[in-house]
């Protein structure tokens, strides 16, 4: 039994996706477990760049089974926009990619609520990508929400506007007028037009039962990788509350996302950037705001694959890394972007005073470490990098007591260094 996890261990965007497609051909099958379309893996080879916001990043090997689990949530506008792009690279993704039944639709008016509840917040928003993944959420907890699944009934229509009528009374008691909202350029109601149609598209693939597949393939030795999104410091129970998202990002997600056993799960690579990232507001202890901010932003292109937002930078907070890596069990370290630092005299690292408050926005101190001034990213061996560069991995390891295997010094999918044997 053998299930191996990808896990982003900051605020997201580092660089899950490429870690998960170079993976992938050691396995059978690639999972998604939690989140939706506010998700961007961004995949480069050939020189192309293919971002995925619901379908696993495993897709692009035509051999591999793709599975979305019932953890995550589902835009049919979406998801049917990510397959005409993987059509257009001539992949099939009817092939080989399974929807779990239980996983929950995200409806026209989830995007809604979602556009509604953060103007409320007025100066005190969370920042939310307006995806209606929240609402979403939330309709599934009130149990309320509608499973794929449920789309295949006979009175799914009755199911449809049972719950449409339920938010659009509470829109209406807002004194909000539901048809001059815009989705996407669209009045509401066009929109909800589209999202119908996607989704008689989308119930055209393969809507199983996750759990039997799983369970199954456990049995006969398989290999499976299960992805996550977003990061660990954006959990709904262990983030930066109420600043984070609204799963599970963590590895306890993995085993209600996907129904499987906590005792199959063996490797856990934790992903992270060289330095820290965030969208939208929330507690940032090692945020920049200078120069060296902006030329992280531009080296690094900090900005939303989903939402194309302005990435706050800083530097890697070594003591939010040590609680990831200590909330997710993690194994194996992977560095991302350690050649968006190239150009650095110096780098610093982040520590926290009082590291019983892993969120304390302000007592930080800085560990200086001296730059490489040295370009890395056409480095083909990991005993070629820069004498202090491998010290400032080295530090990273002994103050984690995790081992780095993998570390990116580029874009494509060709530019990672294999440090050991994986």
């Known amino acids: 039994m053998s299930v191996d996890v990808v896990l982003g261990i900051q605020w997201g965007d580092e660089g899950k996706g490429k870690i998960v497609d170079i993976l992938s051909p050691n396995y059978d099958i690639v999972c998604r477990f939690q989140g939706g379309p506010n998700a961007g893996h961004t995949i480069i080879f050939d020189g192309k760049k293919h971002i995925l ?12 089974l793709n599975i979305i689990g019932n953890g995550v949530v589902i835009d049919p506008v979406t998801f049917i926009n990510e397959i005409n792009e993987l059509k ?30 953060e103007k409320q917040k007025g100066d005190d928003k969370i920042g939310s990508t307006l995806r209606g993944i929240g609402p979403a959420y939330t309709d599934k907890v009130a149990r309320r929400g509608l499973p794929i699944g449920f789309s295949l009934l006979k009175d799914f229509e009755k199911l449809y506007k049972e719950l449409n009528d339920f938010h659009i009374n509470y829109i209406k008691y807002t004194g909000i007028d539901i048809n001059e909202i815009e989705i996407e350029g669209l009045r509401f109601r066009e929109y909800e037009d589209q999202w119908l149609g996607a989704l008689a598209l989308m119930k ?14 456990l049995s006969e030795n398989k290999k499976i990788l299960a992805e996550g999104a977003q990061g660990s410091l954006l959990d709904i129970d262990h983030g930066t509350y109420p600043f984070v ?7 306890g997600g993995v085993c209600t996302g996907l129904g499987i056993p906590h005792n199959s799960i063996n490797k856990v690579y934790g992903v992270t950037k060289a330095y820290c ?5 929330g507690p940032f202890p090692s945020e920049l705001h200078d120069d060296i901010s902006k030329e992280l932003q531009n080296r690094g292109n900090e900005f939303g694959s989903t939402t194309g937002r302005p ?5 890697l907070d070594l003591s939010l890394l040590k609680y990831a890596i200590n909330l997710n069990g993690i194994t194996d370290l992977v560095l991302m972007k350690v050649d968006v630092l190239d150009s650095f005299d110096k780098i610093f690292v982040a520590e926290h005073i009082n590291e019983q408050n892993p969120f304390d926005n302000s007592e930080i101190k800085l560990i200086e470490f001296p730059g490489w001034q ?12 820069p004498e202090n560069l491998k010290k400032f991995i080295d530090f990273i390891e002994k103050s984690t007591s995790v081992s780095i295997t993998m570390i990116s010094i580029g874009p494509s999918r060709e530019q990672i260094l294999k440090k050991i044997n994986i």
């Open 245 to 251: 998202t609204s799963s599970n990002t963590t590895i």
């Open 311 to 315: 990435r706050r930078c800083g530097w």
């Open 88 to 117: 257009a690279i001539n992949l099939n993704p009817k092939n080989n990619l399974y929807i779990s039944s239980s996983a929950h639709l995200i409806l026209p008016i989830h995007r809604v609520l979602d556009y509604i509840y």
């Open 374 to 385: 040295m370009d890395t990213s056409s480095i083909n061996n990991y005993y070629n990098l």
């Open 204 to 217: 055209e693939f393969k809507l199983v039962s996750v759990e039997n597949i799983l369970h199954r393939a």
């Open 277 to 281: 990232t965030r969208v939208g507001n």
């Open 53 to 64: 916001h619901t379908i696993p990043s495993g897709i692009f090997h035509e051999n591999i």
